[in-house]
């Protein structure tokens, strides 16, 4: 009897361990398609975007093919690639101007969908803000080419009521034909804050001397420079000039740099050197013609290298001429537009100059035919140099 209940007892627990394990295996069992179809469903990373690629990662059946799909009027493939044995995928897209929204796709079964910002345009780094110098007697400091700031050296804007003796010397100069220069009050004046060359008919109280022929010039003329005063090797050099209003043969104006003889000779011309920032002819009136004289000459004048003739100015209004000399180059400048450049590096212009300013009476093509009314005056507002 004691032997049939224990046998009962045993069965009874083996029969409760049957019934746990169906229920355990009911449990797990309708679980295992819903894992196997996540296996079989792509997995589309956060995308990591640089400046010029989105890189596209994520997870799928091992070995399997997987097309990189991008949103547009319809899901369009961009990439296709097979994932590695451990599942895993990578690609990498051209980075856009416009938000795109990818899928993976695997199997026919597409991934949640990632969307990549519009590319942001890349903001250009500010530049250092650039302090100007504080102005000194020339006014306000122009920039050199390398950067860096001329200095003063030389100011004169005829604010007086003479010619200053200590930065000019009014010329003498007797040469052929009308070339008459004299220091006169008709011919050299500073009035109204300017400096007035003028080139006037002779009368019994101006005369021209007598050259050794025993003739006289019909006219003189007037014509300042630093010669004796002051010179420059180099720098920028300006001057705001104002010719007379007339058209027709007659008349030339310059603003032109000559050797100091002081340190050189200018015997050998033009091997020794003339540095013409600007000359005018009534005959041309529209034009501003720089030359330079140097060894260059022999080939005669040769647009763009020691002359240019296609630098604009106009008679009768206010213009600003300019040159700007290292050793190696030359710029002329019209108004503040390039006129005129040399990059010869002439030994020729390797020295120091004086500031020569003339109002005289034209030659050749421009010579004066009496038609042009009598005087004639160059005013000129400032003269400036820099270092």
């Known amino acids: 009897m004691e032997r049939n209940r224990e046998s009962g007892r045993a069965f009874t627990r083996l029969l409760g361990g ?5 229920i355990a295996v009911g449990l797990w069992a ?3 398609p819903a894992e196997a179809g996540n ?4 997995v589309l990373d956060r995308p990591v975007a640089s400046s010029s690629s989105v890189s596209l990662s994520g997870r799928a059946r091992a070995r399997a093919i997987v097309r990189i799909q991008v949103r547009t009027t319809r899901w369009t493939t961009v ?5 590695n044995r451990s599942g895993t995928y990578r690609v990498r897209v051209p980075v856009s101007a416009r938000a795109r929204t990818f899928r993976a796709v695997s199997g026919g079964r597409p991934s949640r969908t990632r969307t990549v910002p519009a590319r942001r345009k890349a903001t250009p780094p500010t530049p250092p803000k650039v302090v100007a110098p504080a102005a000194d007697d020339c006014g306000v400091r122009p920039r050199k080419a390398d950067g860096g700031w001329y200095a003063c050296s030389f100011v004169d804007q005829f604010d007086g009521a003479t010619l200053d003796p200590n930065r000019w010397v009014a010329s003498q100069l007797v040469g052929s034909g009308d070339l008459c220069v004299l220091d006169s009050p008709q011919t050299v004046a500073v009035a109204d804050g300017t400096l007035r ?4 008919p002779t009368t019994e109280d101006l005369l021209c001397p007598l050259r050794a022929d025993g003739t006289r010039g019909s006219h003189v003329s007037g014509w300042v420079s630093t010669y004796g005063r002051w010179s420059q090797q180099y720098g920028r050099f300006e001057a705001r000039m104002k010719v007379q209003d007339v058209a027709g043969p007659g008349l030339q104006e310059a603003f032109w740099l000559w050797p100091d003889v002081r340190h050189g000779s200018d015997a050998d011309w033009p091997n020794t ?11 041309r009136p529209g034009l501003a013609i720089p030359f330079l004289h140097y060894s260059a000459d022999i080939r005669g004048a040769v647009n763009g290298l020691n002359t240019a003739w ?3 100015t106009s008679r009768g209004d206010w213009h600003t001429y300019a040159l700007e000399w290292t050793a190696d180059r030359l710029t002329i400048f019209v108004d503040g537009k390039t006129c005129l450049v040399n990059t010869d590096g002439a030994s020729t212009f390797r020295k120091r100059f004086i500031i020569n300013l003339t109002q005289l009476l034209g030659t050749g093509l421009n010579l004066f035919d009496g038609a042009l009314p009598l005087p004639a005056t160059m005013q000129v507002d400032w003269v400036k140099a820099w270092q």
């Open 18 to 22: 049957v019934v746990a394990l169906v």
């Open 30 to 32: 309708p679980q295992a």
């Open 39 to 42: 296996r079989a469903t792509p």
């Open 79 to 83: 990439r296709s690639v097979r994932a």
């Open 197 to 200: 060359l003028s080139a006037v």
């Open 273 to 283: 050197g003339e540095i013409d920032i600007v000359e005018t002819y009534s005959h």
């Open 310 to 312: 296609n630098c604009v």
